[in-house]
């Protein structure tokens, strides 16, 4: 019924926790298997210029021999000298285009005579998603759309439904991207939770293979179905090095230390006129952020104005009517909207969320077209505070 | 025989923390006064020589424009203080003020405090005091009506 | 009486059905209020789909094929399920609200959003200062004090319009002032000849109100600045300011903590609002573009 090629060692069952090594040729089967349990698998693939995430049929979809160079608004992708799957860092795309579709009906409505009829979206299935190469900053970010999205007052039911059909393939980051700081933000590059199977890529004299992290029962299970031997402390060692040499190697820093408190206190610092200066309010920081979730609603109706529908779509607090009160907008000027971006992802988001919104991915400085850096943007509010932190008052007046 | 004022006097926010000398001195320059419903209290143009204390009641400061005839712009009501004009030449009312209500007041004699002020710069400085605080009060507010806080633009 | 606090059940968060569904209403009533003011009357189409609500809540108005609005509650939560709500045609969607008529049906999805927290006044004085169409959110509020009277002390309603043409629910003011023990005092900032009351901003009377500060608690809605300078006021008077409440409002699309629209600072006026105490918003109200 079931052949087993290559079975591991051992008989047993693998456990959450367990490594083992999988060859790179038969990685592949890992995506079959996937795919032959009903999941849609989703991964990064080179396109127009930039690895996106798409749909991926087979391994061959993956970036083989491929890495980017990014910097402040510049993304540059660049042939490597090996054939690393997973050889670059993160691009345009965040998971949340399929946790959060960009576009999405809501419901219907019917009117006939004097009734109303709602017909919501709940009778189609929802996706069932494999994220295939999910970096330790997408896990966290992944996790903190949780936060809004199902752990909280109420929950939408149809980003639940596809989170829990939701199988996540983690890769360990074998380079730390141009404009990366996962270090700085604790989400990375490692990923130690929120997977069903964690992947380290390594290539060693001539031996291309896997490092494969056991991260759920749902992993365990489907990683049985793929040949592979247990680890052994050198693979282990070996995978370490990696991720320390990766954390080493940051492209960009942030100080966290009391952030939210020095934002607070510095709403008219004169960094916002500067950064206003070159701010477009395109809103591509927010487009690429993986935690940036907020979203607009739009009604439309047929012709006959018997038949309507509301429909969800990705918006950005960088609009000018996104804050738009009877009159006017709370936040006019640009200056105001950038503060109120920034501001949000790192301060406020810890009092709404327990939690940090930025997972120093990156991607808002590689995406800005004039090179903006949340990391540049907050050092020089931290070296010019307008108000010193309690601890230093005494000091000036010594 | 004229029942002294003081005590009333002392009752009164405005005149809280007054040494006691002072509030003597301006309880000689006081007295009742009553208003009956509609009527004036003092025209613009009028010698300025009072200000009040509306113990109870209403008072409306008017204007008046023509073709549209009296429009209030304010009210002073119980424990409110009515009248700044007194402290500046000319000396005129820059207003009308009309009893809305029937009105029981404290009419202060201005000409005599002016005097007293200048013979005594402490009872000067604590009057001045207090007027600045009323002043600053009414502008405030008038700033706020001004706003027309209520208009569908805000 | 009996102890009415405890039965009424309040629908919050996860007992709303689907939060993202509307439930057809059908209009009872459209009333002119003022010039640009108009309250809807409306109630269930299936009796059963029917809510109670907290005073202070909102929900989302939905006109069929234009688009939803946030309006509070401005019904007597005693008086279910009825549903009223006053609004002033501000944009597409009250335009087209306008327009609905009697037997017309709506979407409505709610209640959401914090409450004025009217079982915290139990035992003191109630200060309640309005402005324009701030009564309309504080008027559950206040039928909510009246219906169990006896256990609050003094209550004054300090309330301030632009003219005394734009006041809304005079006819009721009217009633209350006769037939409850409330003080009710209003005032205009602009009035013709014919007005024989107060004329200032509402702010004026706060400082004379027959109410003791050590032992009130205050409710206020209306336009931002006169809200800031109505809690400057209060508070100057003593009252505490963790016993002052605002209602807040800014730009929604869900209502739901979703959209990401209504964040004021750190707070969601959707859910964290829109009634605020005052130390929650004390270091965001009033400053510019937040």
Not at chain 1, 291 to 313: I, K, M, P, Q
Request: hydrophobic fraction near 40%; include cysteine.
């Amino acid at each position: 019924m079931f052949v087993r090629t290559l079975r591991a060692m051992t008989a047993e069952p693998l456990h959450v926790g367990e490594a083992v090594v999988v060859e790179r040729e038969h990685l592949e089967q890992l995506l079959q298997v996937l795919v032959s349990r009903g999941y849609e698998v989703v991964g990064p693939t080179l396109r127009e210029g930039a690895i996106v995430y798409d749909h991926l049929t087979s391994t061959e979809g993956l970036p083989s021999g491929w890495t980017d160079e990014q910097a402040g608004g510049k993304y540059r992708v660049k042939r490597r000298q090996d054939q690393a799957l997973f050889g670059y860092a993160v691009g345009p795309h965040s998971w949340k285009k399929f946790l959060c579709p960009p576009l999405q009906r809501l419901w219907q409505a019917a009117r006939n005579g004097k009734g109303l009829r709602i017909l919501p979206e709940e009778e189609r299935a929802a996706p069932k998603y494999a994220f295939f190469g999910v970096r330790a900053c997408e896990l966290n970010a992944i996790a903190i759309q949780d936060k809004v999205f199902i752990e909280g007052q109420f929950v939408d039911p149809g980003y639940k439904a596809r989170r829990e059909n939701l199988f996540l393939v983690a890769v360990n980051c074998g380079q730390a991207g141009g404009t990366c700081f996962c270090a700085s933000m604790n989400t990375g590059p490692k990923a130690t939770s929120g997977f069903d199977l964690a992947l380290t890529e390594l290539l060693q004299n001539g031996r291309h293979y896997f490092l494969v992290e056991v991260g759920s029962v749902r992993g365990a299970e489907i990683l049985a179905a793929v040949p592979h031997q247990p680890a052994n402390d050198a693979d282990k060692q070996h995978a370490e090095r990696i991720l320390d040499d990766t954390t080493r190697h940051m492209g960009r820093r942030l100080d966290t230390r009391e952030i939210k408190e020095l934002l607070y206190r510095n709403y008219e610092h004169p960094q916002w006129d500067k950064v206003t200066e070159r701010c477009l309010s395109c809103a591509n920081c927010t487009m690429v952020c993986p935690t940036c979730f907020c979203t607009t609603v739009e009604d439309v109706t047929d012709l006959t104005g018997e038949h309507a529908e509301r429909w969800r779509r990705w918006d950005s607090c960088f609009t000018v009517d996104f804050s738009y009160i009877h009159g006017g907008s709370v936040r006019a000027t640009p200056r105001s909207r950038y503060r109120q971006w920034m501001t949000h992802k790192l301060a406020t988001w810890i009092d709404q969320f327990g939690v940090s919104g930025c997972v120093g991915c990156g991607r808002c400085i590689t995406w800005c077209p004039v090179g903006i850096d949340i990391t540049v943007e907050t050092g020089a509010i931290r070296e010019s505070d307008l108000v010193k932190a309690p601890a230093d008052q005494g000091k000036d007046s010594a | 025989m004229i029942q002294t004022l003081e005590p009333i006097l002392r009752e009164h926010p405005f005149f809280h923390g007054m040494e006691d000398q002072h509030v003597r001195l301006i309880a000689g320059c006081s007295k009742n006064v009553r208003f009956g419903e509609g009527e004036v209290i003092f025209r613009e143009g009028d010698p300025a020589d009072h200000f009040y204390l509306i113990r109870e009641g209403l008072v409306s400061v008017q204007f008046v424009i023509p073709h549209d005839g009296l429009t209030t712009v304010l009210t002073v009501g119980g424990g409110e203080v009515l009248g700044w004009s007194w402290l500046f030449p000319p000396y005129r009312w820059h207003f009308d003020a009309r009893a809305q209500q029937p009105t029981h007041a404290l009419a202060f004699d201005g000409k005599c405090l002016r005097a007293k002020c200048d013979e005594d710069h402490d009872l000067g400085y604590e009057i001045y005091k207090r007027f600045m605080q009323v002043v600053t009060e009414r502008l405030e507010a008038t700033r706020l009506q001004l706003l027309d806080m209520y208009g569908s633009h805000v | 009486m009996a102890a009415m606090f405890e039965q009424t059940e309040v629908v919050t968060a996860g007992l709303v059905p689907d939060p993202m569904l509307p439930v057809p209403y059908r209009i009872q009533r459209v009333k002119q209020e003022t010039d640009d003011t108009f309250t809807l009357e409306i109630l269930p189409e299936d009796s059963g789909k029917g809510f109670s609500f907290a005073p202070g809540q909102f929900n989302m108005l939905y006109v069929f094929g234009v688009g939803e609005v946030p309006i509070s509650i401005s019904s007597d939560p005693t008086n279910l399920p009825l549903l009223k709500h006053t609004t002033r045609v501000v944009g597409t969607v009250t335009k087209a609200m306008r327009k609905l008529k009697r037997g017309e049906i709506m979407g409505i999805r709610g209640p959401f959003g914090s409450h004025w927290p009217v079982e915290e006044a139990i035992g003191r004085d109630v200060v309640i200062v309005a402005g324009g169409i701030g009564l309309a959110p504080l008027r559950p509020a206040l039928y909510r004090l009246m219906a169990e009277r006896e256990k609050f002390r003094k209550i004054v309603l300090l309330y301030g319009t632009r003219t005394p043409e734009e006041m809304l629910y005079r006819h009721e003011l009217e009633q209350w002032r006769g037939k409850f023990d409330l003080e009710i005092q209003v005032t205009v900032d602009r009035a013709a000849s014919t007005w024989r009351g107060n004329v200032g901003v509402v702010t004026t009377m706060i400082p004379r109100a027959p109410f003791d500060p050590s032992n009130t608690l205050a409710m206020i809605c209306g336009p931002e600045v006169m809200m800031r300078f109505t809690v400057m006021e209060i508070l100057k008077r003593g009252v505490a300011a963790e016993r002052t409440y605002l209602s807040a409002e800014r730009n929604m699309k869900c209502g739901i903590g979703f959209c990401g629209h209504c964040q004021y600072g750190p707070t969601f006026v959707c859910k964290d609002g829109p009634v605020f105490a005052f130390p929650r918003i004390a270091t965001i109200l009033g400053k510019s573009e937040i």
